[in-house]
C-alpha cells in the first residue's frame, strides 16, 4: 500500500506560481511512476503531468507545457509539480497518482491517488 499527501495548494493571483508536492509513504516510491492531475468542478479528472520512476521520462498535458515542470526527489518520497504563469483556468483540486507503470499512471489508472490539494488562481 501507498499513501500519497498532497500539499502547496492554496490562492494565488494570475500569473503567480506555486509549487505543489505530493509525499509518499512507501520506501520503494523510487520504483512509481508519478503523475498529477486536476479536478475543476462539473469538470471531469484531467492529466496534467508525469514523470517516471527514473525522473528520466515526462510528460505534460498541452494545456501546462512550458508553464509547469515536474520532478521528483527518490530520497524524500516526494513529486513536485511546479506551476507558473497560473491561470483562472488552472483553479482546480490537484490530485497525485502513483503506478508501477507509465503508461497506467498517465492513463489515470494508477493504483494509488492521495486527497487532493485545492489550487484557486483569481484573476
Known amino acids: 500500500q501507498v499513501q500519497l499527501v498532497e500539499s502547496g495548494g492554496g490562492l494565488v493571483q494570475a500569473g503567480g506560481s506555486l509549487r505543489l508536492s505530493c509525499a509518499a509513504s512507501r520506501r520503494t516510491f523510487s520504483s512509481f511512476a508519478m503523475a498529477w492531475f486536476r479536478q475543476a468542478p462539473g469538470n471531469e479528472r484531467e492529466f496534467v503531468a508525469a514523470?517516471?520512476?527514473?525522473?528520466?521520462?515526462?510528460y505534460y498535458a498541452d494545456s501546462v507545457k512550458g508553464r509547469s515542470t515536474i520532478s521528483r526527489d527518490n530520497d524524500k518520497n516526494t513529486v513536485y509539480l511546479q506551476m507558473n504563469n497560473l491561470k483562472a483556468e488552472d483553479t482546480a483540486v490537484y490530485y497525485c497518482?502513483?503506478?508501477?507503470?507509465?503508461?497506467?499512471?498517465?492513463?489515470?489508472?494508477?493504483?494509488?491517488w492521495g486527497q487532493g490539494t485545492q489550487v484557486t488562481v483569481s484573476s
Open positions: 497518482a502513483a503506478d508501477p507503470s507509465d503508461v497506467k499512471v498517465v492513463a489515470g489508472l494508477g493504483d494509488y
Open positions: 514523470i517516471g520512476w527514473s525522473g528520466g521520462s515526462f
